[in-house]
Nanobody
């Protein structure tokens, strides 16, 4: 299993970014995919998830209405569109898939929201 995130960077408050996670090594279309984030000095936290066919999504309260998770099963890729970014969104963002009995993570991509 390999998960490779991209799309992070430095953005001003109120700006937007789109993260991508390219997956390989498993049947992507069969699994729920998730995004998590970890800010300095804090525990890793759930951000968003999308089921295997993309018909159901779930979000942390802190990002509802601002972030949108989506997937393209033909490209084995999951996305996180982040709008109206706030300084408190600054973190390393990780892609995740749970394939029992293991959790798989990407290397993470840094998102910094600052003026």
């Amino acid at each position: 299993v390999q998960l490779v995130e991209s799309g992070g960077g430095l953005v001003q408050p109120g700006g937007s970014l789109r993260l991508s996670c390219a997956a390989s090594g498993f049947t992507f279309s069969s699994y729920t995919m998730s995004w998590y984030r970890q800010a300095p000095g804090k525990e890793r936290e759930f951000v968003a998830a999308i089921n295997s066919f993309g018909g159901s999504t779930d979000y942390a309260d802190s990002v509802k209405g601002r972030f949108t998770i989506s997937r393209d099963n033909a490209k084995n890729t999951v996305y996180l569109q982040m709008n109206s970014l706030k300084p408190e969104d600054t973190a390393v963002y990780y892609c995740n898939v749970k394939r029992y009995p293991y959790d798989y993570w990407g290397q993470g991509t840094q998102v910094t929201v600052s003026s």
